[in-house]
């Protein structure tokens, strides 16, 4: 039986695969994760499957019409996005007739409405939240849909909702194969960039879920693996993956662990058991701004490259209002404490959160030239349906969109034309100028003229 896994066709630059989709000013694009792990999964119960990533190849629809024609799937399993949702319902309800084939609809931008999701299309019957391995294991194979939980079906009465079922615990996701394997199976590494890591790299997860959870604006807490629940695989099951990307994957240069957030705890351990097995390669993690300068030090030690760090605010009323659990003073501190250890940071800011001003924000854009990490993001906030933060819009600042678009655009100018940025730039020429020349190109006309696109 062949199996279609399907990131479809969209603009220029979109991008899905992380818990924002947008079109990219700088072509990144991290790998696509969660269905990635789906297909690793069938493919390891003895399933033939093909995987497409058609934006991160450029691919058009005819492309991707032609690789089908060729390919002739049994079944497709397709992971939309929230700004592409009505081309990616269009175009899977043209394979499907085409094709002859059942689909479904994956992933957490599906779960944000997955009525209408349902509803818009005419023929995609099923669809599923949460964690997708095993109900798409059992769709596939043929169980009796009403029994499969997780799974959102159409049937006589309209769209029904199966009930949830657990997630994933630790023990099972060690059983799963290496993503990096199937990847590397499957997917060209060179497709796939993102300014802060070196290139090629590889996306894993080490675990699902996030240990903090309730940040009112996060997608993946909301409609993934829901609230403060955060299920590992073992250290030693990692460090297996690690091992087998830095002998078996030689042109890999970094990992990107990709869980929500890597807790102090966790990263300690898991720097113990790669420098206690010797393993050299790099990697960069997502992190809270609350991790010590001893736990600091030992990342550096254990080769951590950068940490992505989601400030969002310099605003301490702000951040309390989105559930961040962090202060202004706490993030500082870490910022200077990540500093001396040697360890990068990206950090990840939001413009125009519930409550910010024209001053907070200025404020905001001050603190990040401040506290300097090595590279910086400056997002205009729209939340997301499914969100805490979507029903709390009628507190959102008084600031058009053309006043947020000027204000990202000011954030960037502030950092990026900024002295000290000139001086990096001259101790690093390659890695933050002439390796970037395209993306600077498109940067540039951003922070000046060039609309920025946003959902």
């Not at 990107?256 to 720097?271: L, V, Y």
């Not at 360890?343 to 030239?369: C, K, M």
Request: aromatic residues 14%; charged residues 25%; proline residues 6%.
């Amino acid at each position: 039986m062949k199996i279609l896994f399907l990131s479809a066709p969209y603009r220029t630059d979109y991008m899905r695969n992380a818990r924002c989709d947008f079109v990219s000013l700088s072509g990144t694009q991290w790998f696509p994760l969660l269905l990635g792990y789906a297909a690793a999964f069938i493919e390891h119960q003895g399933y033939n499957v093909k995987f497409i990533d058609a934006p991160a190849y450029h691919l058009t629809f005819q492309d991707v019409d032609n690789i089908c024609a060729v390919y002739r799937p049994d079944f497709l399993v397709m992971y939309p996005g929230d700004k592409s949702r009505d081309s990616d319902i269009e175009y899977a309800d043209r394979l499907i007739e085409r094709l002859g084939i059942p689909a479904v609809f994956v992933g957490p931008y599906f779960a944000i409405e997955p009525r209408y999701f349902m509803e818009k299309s005419a023929r995609v019957q099923y669809g599923i939240l949460g964690e997708f391995e095993h109900p798409l294991l059992e769709l596939i194979r043929g169980d009796k849909p009403e029994t499969i939980k997780n799974l959102v079906r159409k049937g006589p009465s309209g769209v029904a909702e199966n009930p949830a079922r657990p997630y994933l615990t630790g023990q099972e996701l060690d059983r799963f194969p290496f993503v990096s394997d199937f990847f590397s199976r499957h997917l060209d590494f060179k497709r796939y960039r993102t300014p802060s890591e070196p290139h090629p790299f590889m996306d894993i997860l080490t675990g699902r879920g996030c240990i903090w959870g309730i940040c009112g604006f996060c997608l993946w807490v909301h409609t993934y693996v829901k609230g403060r629940v955060y299920n590992a695989r073992s250290i030693g099951n990692v460090i297996q993956e690690i091992e087998f990307i830095e002998k078996q994957l030689p042109s890999v240069r970094s990992v990107m662990i990709q869980d929500d957030t890597f807790p102090r705890d966790r990263a300690a351990e898991f720097c113990e058991a790669k420098l206690s097995r010797g393993l050299k390669i790099a990697w960069s993690c997502y992190t809270r701004a609350d991790l010590d300068l001893k736990t600091l030090k030992l990342m550096k030690k254990a080769g951590c490259l950068n940490l992505h760090v989601g400030f969002e605010s310099a605003n301490n009323e702000v951040l309390k209002r989105v559930c961040k659990g962090l202060t202004k003073e706490c993030m500082t501190e870490f910022a200077y404490n990540a500093h001396r250890a040697g360890v990068r940071i990206h950090g990840d800011f939001l413009i125009g959160l519930p409550g910010e001003t024209h001053q907070s924000i200025n404020e905001l854009i001050d603190w990040a030239y401040q506290i300097r990490p090595y590279t910086a993001q400056f997002q205009i906030f729209i939340p997301f349906k499914g969100t805490p933060l979507y029903k709390g819009q009628a507190v959102t600042p008084a600031l058009t969109k053309n006043e947020l678009e000027d204000l990202s655009r000011k954030a960037y100018r502030r950092f990026y034309l900024s002295w000290f940025y000139f001086v990096r730039i001259l101790k690093n020429p390659y890695t933050l100028l002439f390796g970037k020349l395209p993306v600077i190109a498109k940067a540039f006309a951003s922070m000046f003229w060039r609309k920025i696109d946003v959902r």
